[in-house]
């Protein structure tokens, strides 16, 4: 899971990098288990040459087919591809397999960072994290993140850290792009 070095700026370094919570893959699991469970008791339920047992059995492998593709297999890749990453200059979100969506934002311009939490969410230790920012685009939200509450006042801490950066530089040091 290790972003690309290649990717980052100069005197750039991640802090700490992660993907969605593995919360995002309950209902596939669940949905794995039970078009399983349900395909085989319907395959070994009317298993015989007749036409019915040939018509239910290949609507229910259609069906099995399709359920597992696009509620168990389409999720698990979109959490898979999804990446979280948090360096000393910029907050990156990039995810997507075959069409790549990617949104960073500079830790220079991070106005506020709040976390939202359900009741689900406390008890699993994830949460929704909202950085605002003073740029055209707004806020960023990153959904189902891991311990939110600590990665939240890492986002702090980044920032300080970054802000102190830029002032030690002075105002005739060469801009660095952020």
Same mark, same amino acid.
């Given at each position: ?66 359920? *597992? ?8 890749? #979109?959490?898979? @591809?999804? &990446?979280?990453?948090? /360096?000393? $200059? ?10 790549? *969506? ?8 991070? #106005?506020?960072? @709040?976390? &939202?939490?359900?009741? /689900?969410? $406390? ?56």
């Amino acid at each position: 899971m290790t972003y690309p070095a290649k990717l980052l700026g100069d005197g750039e370094s991640i802090a700490f990098e992660m993907r969605p919570h593995w919360r995002s893959l309950i209902v596939p699991a669940v949905v794995l288990i039970l078009t399983v469970a349900g395909a085989s008791f319907l395959l070994s339920t009317f298993n015989g040459s007749g036409f019915v047992a040939r018509l239910v059995g290949g609507i229910t492998w259609v069906s099995a087919v399709v359920l *597992i593709l696009g509620w168990c297999l389409r999720p698990f890749l #979109n959490w898979f @591809t999804t &990446d979280y990453v948090f /360096t000393n $200059r910029r907050i990156i979100v990039r995810t997507g397999l075959f069409r790549r *969506i990617g949104r960073d934002m500079p830790l220079s311009r991070v #106005n506020n960072v @709040t976390f &939202d939490k359900t009741v /689900t969410e $406390r008890i699993l230790n994830c949460g929704t994290l909202s950085v605002q920012s003073a740029a055209e685009q707004g806020s960023l939200i990153i959904a189902s993140v891991p311990d939110v509450e600590n990665i939240q006042r890492e986002v702090y801490r980044l920032y300080e850290a970054d802000d102190l950066r830029r002032r030690s530089a002075g105002p005739g040091a060469p801009s660095d792009g952020s």
